[in-house]
Every structure is written in C-alpha cells, then in structure tokens.
C-alpha cells in the first residue's frame, strides 16, 4: 500500500523542474520567463514605437536633458547595472552551494532595487513641484508612462526577492538545485528590466 501511494505521489510531481526538456533544453521555469520576457518585449516595443511616432510627428520635442535630473537617472543607470552584477553573483555562489553569500548578494540586489525607486521617487516629486505632470504634454505623458512601468516592474523584482532572501530560503534544505533556479530565473527578469532602463535613460534624457 506504502509503495502504490509512493509511486502515486511520485507521479503527481511535475517534470523538468531542474531538468531541462529534452524538446526545448530549458527547464520549466525557464521556459515560462522567457516566453513572459518576450511579451514584455512586445509590451515596451509598442510604447517605444508610440514614443518615435510622436517625436518624429509632433513640429518640436521637449529635450529631456534641458529639465529632467540626467544627474540622478545617471547614478540610477549605474544603481542598476551593480545589481544586475549583484543577482549574478547570487546565482554562481548558490551553484556552488554558498547559501550565505547567495542571500548577501540577494540582499545586494534589492538594496539597489530600493536605491532606484527612492531615487526616482525623489524624480517625480521635483517634476511635480515644477507642475510637469502626465497631462502636460506628450512628452511628459510618454515619460511618466514608461519610467512608471519601469519602475512597477522593479518594485514587482522587490517582491520576488524579498520572498526568495526570506521565506523562499526554506527551499534551499529541500531542493537545492529548484531554489537556485528560480534565483536564476529571476535573475533573467531582472536584466530585462536593467536594459529596458538602458534605452530609457538615453532615450528620454540625452536625445
């Protein structure tokens, strides 16, 4: 009875949880974040498309650069860039079976997470005080629109971090291998992310 209940359980696990698939050589989860990262792709392709439509249509363009804090969006740029370092180095100590160091550099990584949306809160609140708002033009509208989307999906890696330095830490005695993945699919969101600011910083505040 124990062994048919065993093979029953053993049954109802879902494959290609560590191992990749012999059709796609990615693991479940893997195959999930990238299959979601090209949506997002789709999603930010439109709103850059609509950005380019309406610089090249519109007689003048406000440049971002003469009234926006290219300062700040430049230590946020480099903010970012050290905690895409930083989620790495959580990834290759977990892989070496490091637990400790692998939560330090989680912590790294939303230490900076934090660092940017602090900084940006920061942004919008001079924005507003100089009474620029989404309404103000469509430049501001596409501003807005885009930082404020970036910024949601920074504070959406927040939360997933948060969980995975704390309660999703338990799955490191039960499954190893599974707790390292899901940092490095995270990992892979949180690059995304970092390059989308990438050609927002530029696109928005230098041309």
């Known amino acids: 009875m124990e ?23 990615l693991y479940n989860a893997k195959l999930g974040i990238w299959l ?46 050290a905690s895409s370092v930083t989620v790495v180095l959580a990834w290759a100590n977990l892989r070496l079976g490091n637990l400790k160091w692998g939560r330090l550099f989680i912590a790294g990584t939303l230490l900076c997470a934090v ?10 609140h001079h924005e507003f005080e100089m009474h620029r708002y989404p309404r103000t033009s469509n430049f501001m509208a596409v501003y807005f629109t885009m930082t404020g989307l970036h910024g949601l999906h920074v504070l959406g890696g927040v939360v997933v971090f948060l969980y995975f330095l704390f309660p999703g830490a338990k799955m490191w005695k039960t499954d190893r291998a599974r707790y390292t993945n ?26």
């Open 115 to 124: 660092i940017f949306l602090v900084n940006k809160g920061f942004e919008y």
């Open 3 to 25: 062994a048919h209940a065993h093979g029953a359980a053993h049954e109802l696990q879902i494959p290609y949880n560590v191992h990749p698939r012999p059709d796609t050589g």
């Open 182 to 207: 899901r940092i490095e699919v995270a990992g892979l969101y949180w690059h995304f992310v970092d390059l989308v600011w990438i050609f927002l910083f530029p696109t928005l505040y230098l041309l």
């Open 36 to 81: 979601f990262l090209a949506s997002e792709v789709m999603l930010f392709g439109a709103l850059f498309s609509s950005l380019i439509l309406l610089r090249t249509g519109a007689p003048t363009w406000p440049r971002g650069w003469t009234f926006l804090n290219v300062p700040l969006a430049t230590v946020n740029t480099f903010v970012l860039i």
